[in-house]
């Protein structure tokens, strides 16, 4: 067989053609590239949560503040909001979204912080106050946010406690047996007062902001 040698302005146009397919080749026209990922999005993941600060302990009637972060599965740091809780708000409440711990009476509780699915637990004892407020004959309790302030009050038998209600509205249900008073339903821009006539603890939540709890102490 003989073959022919093909002109020069056709052997060049061969080599263009020849040139373009391997170009496309190497481009991905073949459909089997992986899709794209998003870099760094598992660094987001939460795969810890730890509570800071040294405090395993508060008196009845103090307060402190518990800490808390995230990280990933590196050990990165995750920028995240917490929820907290108490395991025994009888003993000692916290701000469900400030870790500020209150004691209530003398025992120990479980504060726990979650975020992203994942808890860090701390355990708090809370001793006996050295010297305990004396009750009070009126107390004001307000409600700033989705929070009691203060969220522990004392007041004597028959002592009067004054709810200041914001714009946003709130609600406030007694816990306890007898001797608690008539609960207020939801009101905003009011003052409301409840008199207590029965010694003993009165838990008070509003059930319009998940952990918005309190303690109401009456001897």
Same mark, same amino acid.
């Given at each position: 067989?003989?073959?022919?040698? /093909? %002109?020069?302005?056709?052997?060049?146009?061969?080599?263009?053609?020849?040139?373009?397919?391997?170009?496309?080749?190497?481009?991905?026209? +073949?459909?089997?590239?992986?899709?794209?990922?998003? %870099? +760094?999005? @598992?660094?987001? !993941?939460? @795969? $810890?949560?730890?509570? !800071? *600060?040294?405090?395993?302990?508060?008196?009845?009637?103090?307060?402190?503040?518990? +800490?808390?972060?995230?990280? $990933?599965?590196?050990?990165?740091?995750?920028?995240?909001?917490?929820?907290?809780?108490?395991?025994? %708000?009888?003993?000692? =409440?916290?701000?469900?979204?400030? *870790?500020?711990?209150?004691?209530?009476?003398?025992?120990?509780?479980?504060? !726990?912080?979650?975020? *992203?699915?994942?808890? #860090?637990?701390?355990?708090?004892?809370?001793?006996?106050?050295?010297?305990? &407020?004396?009750? =009070?004959?009126?107390?004001?309790?307000?409600? %700033?946010?989705?929070?009691?302030?203060?969220?522990?009050?004392?007041?004597?038998? +028959? #002592?009067?406690?004054?709810?200041?209600?914001?714009? /946003? &509205?709130?609600?406030?249900?007694?816990? *306890?047996?007898?001797?608690? &008073?008539?609960?207020?339903?939801?009101?905003?821009?009011?003052?409301?007062?409840?008199?207590?006539? !029965?010694?003993? /603890?009165?838990?008070?939540?509003?059930? =319009?902001? &998940? #952990?918005?709890?309190?303690?109401?102490?009456?001897?």
């Amino acid at each position: 067989m003989k073959y022919r040698t /093909l %002109p020069p302005r056709f052997a060049a146009r061969a080599c263009a053609c020849a040139a373009i397919l391997v170009v496309s080749a190497s481009c991905g026209g +073949g459909g089997g590239d992986a899709a794209p990922t998003s %870099p +760094g999005s @598992s660094n987001q !993941t939460i @795969s $810890n949560v730890s509570i !800071t *600060g040294n405090a395993t302990s508060v008196a009845v009637g103090a307060t402190v503040t518990l +800490g808390a972060t995230a990280t $990933n599965a590196s050990g990165g740091s995750v920028a995240t909001t917490f929820t907290w809780t108490s395991a025994n %708000p009888m003993v000692a =409440l916290v701000g469900s979204s400030t *870790g500020v711990v209150t004691g209530v009476a003398v025992g120990s509780t479980t504060i !726990t912080a979650s975020a *992203g699915g994942q808890n #860090g637990v701390r355990v708090i004892s809370v001793t006996a106050a050295s010297q305990p &407020p004396p009750p =009070l004959a009126q107390a004001t309790i307000e409600m %700033p946010g989705a929070a009691f302030s203060p969220n522990a009050v004392s007041i004597v038998v +028959g #002592g009067t406690v004054t709810f200041v209600f914001t714009a /946003l &509205p709130h609600n406030v249900f007694f816990g *306890g047996g007898a001797g608690r &008073p008539a609960d207020i339903p939801v009101t905003s821009n009011q003052v409301v007062q409840r008199t207590f006539t !029965t010694a003993g /603890l009165f838990n008070i939540n509003c059930t =319009l902001h &998940p #952990g918005m709890s309190g303690v109401i102490t009456v001897q």
